[in-house]
């Protein structure tokens, strides 16, 4: 055979060959689901996530479905959007870092994805929401409530000139506001229609709100008071009193849950929203801080140097099984359950966000971002998580 020929019938092999390897890499995409932060030493799958919606909550936002990290065989499920097939070298490829996975926004160096900042300087943001393609947060030191989108575009001030904002919930129908002087303000999502549904107080006011369908849940110190109030206004009901530094707090349709110390401890409670039926949940906890609760699932922080992220399944007769979802934190701060993983924060000067699965991790979760400025406030859609930290930063990391 000539070297010509030889050339020829190489030439045809390798185009067949390549044809064959473009069709079975593109197959591997038909999986569908999104995958999470996967890379070198990547976590084993997550459990299932029951099928309830989780309730309003300090520091979560509503859950977003998202498909196990892993599928039945161990192989990484990839998202439909990024390339059909992924490229030998991942170590720099945004669209396919570190594997077939999507830096949603970020930078990718060396096969792992990098935060992009959504917004910067925004003093002390309090509060943080993810909803219908936006991100809502307040600013404690800027007076002002604003929103941006998950892309990091259409930054806009909502509220302005309001006193200290603590912390605030988003909804369909608006925002509800606590502020530093004890006012509870409510107005549309693009900030028409501002009004006080409760009065102010005074200042120098701490607390945390809630909602759960027409009623808007919120705790105040110095008065030490949990309290309920209809978001379309009129007369505040306390629904528990003498509380010591109440903190967190969540809501469903026939519960309100916070934490506070008893007894020169701390605890997490529980109420009816018609003030009966008061409960201690949970005593014995250090400096219990943010609650989540998803379905009946309830999570928060005991914030200390060495704290752990605490889980309590509710169970229908009234009973509480407890456990430790991580342990030995760096003050850990706010928690949040997507349906599939746990996230939290940890609010030291060179804090994190941190994750594992639902059924828990001990002292060993996968770190998503380190070095941070005292990250503090976080929420979740079904592809990233969004962080406020203490220097005004808003980020977003790609699970």
Aim: charged content about 15%.
């Amino acid at each position: 055979m000539s070297s010509r020929a030889r050339a020829r019938k190489a030439a045809s092999f390798a185009l067949f060959f390549g044809a064959a390897c473009v069709a079975a890499c593109t197959l591997t995409t038909s999986f569908d689901g999104l995958q999470g932060g996967l890379g070198p030493g990547a976590a084993t799958a997550d459990a299932r996530a029951s099928d309830d919606a989780p309730s309003s909550t300090d520091g979560a936002s509503p859950r977003d479905a998202r498909a196990d990290a892993l599928g039945d065989t161990g192989a990484p499920i990839v998202d439909a959007s990024i390339d059909a097939a992924c490229p030998s070298d991942t170590t720099g490829d945004p669209r396919n870092c570190g594997a077939c996975h999507d830096c949603v926004g970020g930078a990718c160096i060396g096969s792992v994805c990098q935060p992009s900042v959504l917004a910067s300087s925004q003093g002390v943001p309090r509060g943080l929401s993810v909803f219908n393609g936006n991100v809502y947060w307040a600013s404690n030191t800027q007076g002002t409530v604003m929103r941006v989108g998950t892309d990091g575009t259409g930054l806009t001030p909502l509220l302005s000139g309001q006193n200290a904002p603590l912390d605030i919930a988003v909804r369909a129908d608006g925002i509800v506001l606590l502020t530093g002087d004890g006012a509870v303000t409510t107005a549309s999502l693009d900030g028409a229609g501002a009004r006080a549904i409760v009065a102010a107080t005074g200042s120098g006011v701490t607390g945390r709100i809630a909602t759960s369908g027409a009623s808007v849940y919120f705790t105040r110190s110095p008065e030490r008071v949990l309290s309920r109030v209809a978001q379309d206004g009129g007369a505040a009901t306390a629904l528990a009193t003498a509380q010591t530094n109440p903190f967190g707090l969540a809501a469903s349709a026939t519960r309100v849950f916070w934490s506070a110390d008893i007894d020169g401890g701390g605890a997490v409670q529980a109420i009816d929203p018609d003030g009966t039926n008061a409960t201690v949940l949970v005593s014995g906890q250090v400096t219990p801080r943010t609650l989540a609760l998803f379905g009946s699932t309830l999570y928060w922080v005991n914030s200390t140097a060495s704290g752990n992220v605490m889980r309590a399944v509710l169970q229908a007769d009234g009973g509480v099984q407890t456990s430790a979802v991580a342990t030995a934190q760096s003050t850990p701060w706010a928690v949040v359950d997507d349906g599939t993983s746990i996230y939290w924060t940890t609010a030291v000067s060179a804090g994190g966000v941190y994750t594992c699965p639902r059924t828990g991790c001990g002292g060993a979760p996968r770190t998503l971002l380190s070095g941070l400025a005292t990250p503090t406030y976080l929420a979740t859609d079904s592809r990233a998580v969004y962080v406020a930290t203490n220097s005004g930063t808003i980020l977003k990391i790609a699970k």
